[in-house]
């Protein structure tokens, strides 16, 4: 019989996170559950700037995502953020800061957590690195990006982040986490914020990508 996850915070790391089962020899996801997520290890090009994903934003991880966005099912950090560092080390990723892509204070005060945060944090702890926190602030309350027109995207982002403490992005080779890639210009947006304080490299880390990069085909250029 399955744990009911609506009625706990954190489930206990001796059962699957996707399915609930007890699970023996993988950490939070069981092998079954790992086999359900399509992974596509893909590498997005925006503008020039890459973003990577493991996995496609389709089936049973698409569901996750959202209950972990969307359903308060803030456990689910520890099981992403260890897709991601798993993926980071087989990868051979290298970086030394971290930044994860803000929440308004006003949707972070709706919400109660930032998942892109979190994932960051999970991942400085595992690997040693540096977490840039209260460096990039969202100070526009924006539409969710996902219910607009692709045409509308970077209207709505516009001037809608902002960079303190820009000194300490200086030559540092950071990578940007966010939980999910669609068309690109919310993570475009950022790094283009980021690049004005002369980081010596910038790179973006989703858990999923809604497009394999054949399909991936947006033009940036008046962003």
Do not use: W
């Amino acid at each position: 019989m399955g744990i009911n996850i609506n009625d706990l915070l954190f489930l206990s790391d001796g059962y699957c996170y996707c399915c609930k089962e007890e699970l023996y020899n993988k950490k939070y996801f069981c092998r079954t559950c790992l086999g359900l997520f399509e992974y596509v290890d893909t590498v997005k090009s925006i503008g020039e700037y890459k973003c990577y994903s493991p996995y496609l934003y389709t089936g049973r991880i698409s569901e996750l995502i959202q209950e972990f966005k969307f359903n308060n099912s803030v456990y689910l950090y520890k099981a992403f953020g260890e897709l991601l560092v798993n993926y980071i080390i087989n990868k051979d990723m290298k970086f030394d800061s971290l930044i994860s892509v803000p929440l308004t204070k006003k949707k972070l005060s709706k919400r109660g957590y930032n998942q892109s945060q979190l994932l960051a944090e999970y991942i400085g702890d595992r690997l040693g690195i540096e977490i840039l926190n209260n460096i990039l602030i969202k100070n526009k309350n924006t539409k969710d990006q996902h219910l607009l027109k692709v045409s509308d995207r970077a209207k709505n982002l516009k001037n809608s982040f902002r960079v303190v403490n820009g000194d300490k992005l200086r030559n540092k080779n950071i990578l940007l986490i966010d939980d999910i890639i669609t068309s690109g210009y919310t993570i475009k947006t950022i790094l283009d914020v980021l690049d004005k304080f002369e980081p010596e490299s910038i790179k973006a880390l989703t858990i999923a990508s809604s497009k394999i990069e054949s399909k991936y085909k947006f033009d940036f250029k008046n962003i």
